[in-house]
C-alpha cells in the first residue's frame, strides 16, 4: 500500500531503536523525568488529586497493581494510576513546557510507569526501553504540533496536553508494549476519538485532569489497539471533506515521519524543553523575572519596597485572554494570571508555592498592588513562547519611571536550569513527600536510567 503519514508515524513508532538515542537526548530526557516526578509528588499533596484519587479508589478497584504519587500504601488499575498521576503532576501548573506550547512530560511518563508495573516479570521493559518509548511520545508530539503554525501561539481553543498529549501518550505505550505497526497505527487513531478539552477550563481544576485524561486515554487506546480494536488508518492525513487530527487546527499541513536508519535527530535534541522555577502558568516567568529586576531598581531608588510610592503599575505582555486575570479569587486563577504573578513578585521579592494560598491570594497590600495594574499588548510583544517577552514599568508618583524587562527567563530553553537548580527543585517539590533516603535514591536511579535492568523499579 502506498505510504501515508498516519503510516510513517506507525512505522517509526515500530522501528525506532535505543541506538537512535544521542548522548544529548538522553540528558535533557532524564532531567524532564526528574521534574515530573517532582511535580507529581507535591502534586500529590493539592485538593483536585485528592478528588481525583477518591473518585478512582471509590469506582474502580480491580487489577490494583500501579503506583500513585505520594501515597506508598495505595495502588490503582494502570491506566487509573497513570490518570491519578497525570493530574498529580499537572495539579499546579509546575510541570515543563516545550515550544511549540503543550507539556510533554506529564502527558507520557504517567503512563509508562503504570505500564512497566503492569508488564508480568518476564516482560518487564529495562531502562533504555523506557528512555526510547518516552522519547517517542515526545517525538510524536512535537512532530504533530508542527504540523500547525497555529500550535507555536498560546492556544485559543484547546489545550495542547489534551490534543497531542494523548496521542504521545498512546504513542509511547505502544513502543513500550511492543505492539506492531499495523497495531501503532490503529492506537494513534484511537488515540484521536480521546483527545481534545477547550481552554475555557484552564485556572479551573478541572485544567489538571485534562494530563490525566491524556496520560490516561492514549494509554488505554494502545491497550485498546493491542487486542485488535481498529480506527481510521489515515487518522493524520489531510483529507479534504472528512477531519482526522485535522480537526483541531485551523491551518494543518503533515508531513511523514522518517523511519530511522542508522540516525534519528530526536526533535528534543534541536529544542531543549522549559522548566519552571515556580507553579505557574509558563507565560508569569516573564513578567515575574521582569518584575524582579523593577523591584531591584525601586530599592536601589527608594531604600526599600513601598507601594505607596507607586501611582502605576504598567504591564506590557501579549494578548492571550485566560491569562489576563485582573482579580483572581483561587488559586487555578492566580496561577494564571499576569497581574497576580507580577505584583506578587513586587511585593514579596519572589514567587513561590505559598503564594498561592488563599492568605496570599487575599492579602490586602496584594490587592492594592492589583488595583494600581494597567495592562498593554504591544504590537511586537507576540504570544509565543519562543518570541514574547515581558516589561514591567513603575509609574512613581514623584513622576519618575522605572522599568524591568525580561525576554528569557531563567529555565526557558534558551536559558536552561543548571543541574544544581533543577535537583534543588526536585529535592524541595519530593520532600513533601519522602524522605532524604528516597530522594535521592530516585535521582540516582534517573541518572543511571539506561543501565536499569527492570524500569519498573523507578
Known amino acids: 500500500p502506498e505510504e501515508t503519514v498516519t503510516s510513517s508515524f506507525a512505522s517509526f513508532i515500530h522501528g525506532v531503536q535505543p541506538k537512535h538515542l544521542s548522548k544529548a537526548v538522553c540528558h535533557r530526557s532524564k532531567r524532564m523525568i526528574?521534574?515530573?516526578?517532582?511535580?507529581?509528588?507535591?502534586?500529590?499533596?493539592?485538593?483536585?488529586?485528592?478528588?481525583?484519587?477518591?473518585?478512582?479508589?471509590?469506582?474502580?478497584?480491580?487489577?490494583?497493581?500501579?503506583?500513585?504519587?505520594?501515597?506508598?500504601?495505595?495502588?490503582?488499575?494502570?491506566?487509573?494510576?497513570?490518570?491519578?498521576?497525570?493530574?498529580?503532576?499537572?495539579?499546579?501548573?509546575?510541570?515543563?513546557?516545550?515550544?511549540?506550547?503543550?507539556?510533554?512530560?506529564?502527558?507520557?511518563?504517567?503512563?509508562?510507569?503504570?505500564?512497566?508495573?503492569?508488564?508480568?516479570?518476564?516482560?518487564?521493559?529495562?531502562?533504555?526501553?523506557?528512555?526510547?518509548?518516552?522519547?517517542?511520545?515526545?517525538?510524536?508530539?512535537?512532530?504533530?504540533?508542527?504540523?500547525?503554525?497555529?500550535?507555536?501561539?498560546?492556544?485559543?481553543?484547546?489545550?495542547?496536553?489534551?490534543?497531542?498529549?494523548?496521542m504521545g501518550s498512546a504513542a509511547a505505550t505502544a513502543k513500550l508494549l511492543s505492539l506492531s505497526t499495523s497495531q501503532c497505527t490503529h492506537a494513534l487513531g484511537i488515540a484521536a476519538s480521546f483527545a481534545g478539552a477547550p481552554m475555557a477550563n484552564a485556572a479551573t481544576q478541572a485544567k489538571p485532569l485534562h494530563m490525566g485524561n491524556a496520560t490516561r486515554l492514549g494509554f488505554e487506546a494502545a491497550l485498546l489497539a493491542a487486542r485488535g480494536m481498529e480506527a481510521n488508518p489515515f487518522i493524520l492525513d489531510s483529507i479534504p471533506g472528512c477531519s482526522g487530527f485535522s480537526a483541531f487546527y485551523s491551518v494543518y499541513e503533515p508531513k511523514p515521519l522518517a523511519v530511522p536508519s542508522d540516525h534519528h535527530e530526536f526533535l528534543l535534541e534541536k529544542q531543549d524543553i522549559a522548566f519552571k522555577r515556580f507553579p505557574a502558568h509558563l507565560g508569569m516567568h516573564w513578567v515575574v523575572d521582569a518584575a524582579l529586576s523593577v523591584r531591584n531598581l525601586f530599592i536601589n531608588y527608594a531604600g526599600s519596597f513601598s507601594s505607596s510610592l507607586i501611582r502605576t503599575i504598567v504591564l506590557k505582555v501579549p494578548v492571550s485572554k485566560y491569562i489576563n486575570r485582573p482579580s483572581p479569587s483561587s488559586e487555578h486563577e492566580a496561577r494564571h494570571s499576569f497581574q497576580f504573578n507580577a505584583c506578587t513578585a513586587l511585593l514579596d521579592g519572589e514567587v513561590g508555592l505559598s503564594s498561592f494560598t488563599e492568605n496570599s491570594i487575599h492579602r490586602q497590600e496584594l490587592r492594592e498592588l492589583l488595583d494600581k495594574v494597567v495592562v498593554e499588548h504591544p504590537e511586537d510583544n507576540a504570544a509565543n513562547f519562543d518570541k514574547m517577552y515581558g516589561e514591567v514599568a513603575l509609574l512613581l508618583h514623584s513622576g519618575d519611571v522605572l522599568t524591568g524587562k525580561c525576554d528569557t527567563f531563567y529555565g526557558h530553553w534558551r536559558n536552561p536550569l543548571s543541574r544544581e537548580s533543577l535537583l534543588k527543585k526536585f529535592r524541595s517539590n519530593a520532600s513533601y513527600v519522602l524522605s532524604d533516603e528516597k530522594i535521592e535514591a530516585i535521582i540516582t536511579t534517573v541518572d543511571n536510567l539506561e543501565n536499569l535492568s527492570d524500569s519498573s523499579q523507578l
Not at 55 to 66: R, T
Not at 112 to 136: E, R, W, Y
Open 34 to 166: 526528574l521534574d515530573s516526578i517532582g511535580a507529581g509528588l507535591v502534586g500529590s499533596r493539592t485538593h483536585v488529586f485528592n478528588i481525583a484519587l477518591q473518585y478512582c479508589q471509590e469506582l474502580y478497584s480491580s487489577a490494583a497493581v500501579s503506583s500513585v504519587y505520594g501515597k506508598p500504601g495505595i495502588k490503582l488499575s494502570p491506566t487509573l494510576a497513570a490518570f491519578t498521576n497525570g493530574v498529580a503532576t499537572h495539579s499546579m501548573d509546575f510541570d515543563d513546557t516545550w515550544h511549540p506550547a503543550t507539556h510533554p512530560s506529564g502527558a507520557v511518563l504517567p503512563a509508562l510507569l503504570a505500564a512497566s508495573q503492569m508488564l508480568p516479570p518476564s516482560t518487564k521493559p529495562n531502562g533504555l526501553d523506557f528512555l526510547l518509548a518516552f522519547n517517542v511520545g515526545l517525538e510524536v508530539q512535537g512532530r504533530l504540533m508542527h504540523f500547525s503554525s497555529e500550535a507555536h501561539n498560546i492556544p485559543k481553543r484547546f489545550h495542547p496536553p489534551s490534543v497531542v498529549g494523548t
